[in-house]
């Protein structure tokens, strides 16, 4: 089992910035992929970034592509999500998500998901 909890939401005008955090716990930490998802009310969750276990590489969204950096430290358990130039259409409920091998842009390819922090971003 791998327990995930996000942090670092809130309220933020567009062009800002926020970095969520998703701490880890459980198994090896180090051997999963993370991936960041995203839900907006009405809509389907969608993928926004992943990264494998040794941070070798890297998948984004077309939408964040640029904007958004992912990132992890295994030995702190901890992996971020830096979101840059924050567009109204960010707004939604982040999640994180684990998967042991590589990273996938697939919500159904995810064994584990935390609880979800709330971004806004006003226009």
């Known amino acids: 089992q791998v327990q995930l909890v996000e942090s670092g939401g809130g309220l933020v005008q567009a062009g800002g910035s926020l970095r969520l955090s998703c701490a880890a716990s459980?198994?090896?930490?180090?051997?999963?992929?993370i991936g960041w998802f995203r839900q907006a009310p009405g809509k389907e969750r969608e993928f926004v970034a992943a990264?494998?276990?040794?941070?070798?590489?890297?998948y984004y969204a077309d939408s964040v592509k640029g904007r958004f950096t992912i990132s992890r430290d295994n030995a702190k358990n901890m992996v971020y999500l830096q979101m840059n130039s924050l567009k109204p259409e960010d707004t939604a409920v982040y999640y994180c998500?684990?998967?042991?091998?590589?990273?996938?842009?697939?919500?159904?390819?995810?064994?584990?998901w935390g609880q979800g922090t709330q971004v806004t971003v006003s226009s």
């Open positions: 998500a684990a998967r042991r091998g590589y990273l996938s842009g697939k919500r159904y390819d995810y064994d584990y």
């Open positions: 459980g198994r090896t930490f180090s051997n999963y992929a």
């Open positions: 990264i494998t276990w040794n941070s070798g590489n890297t």
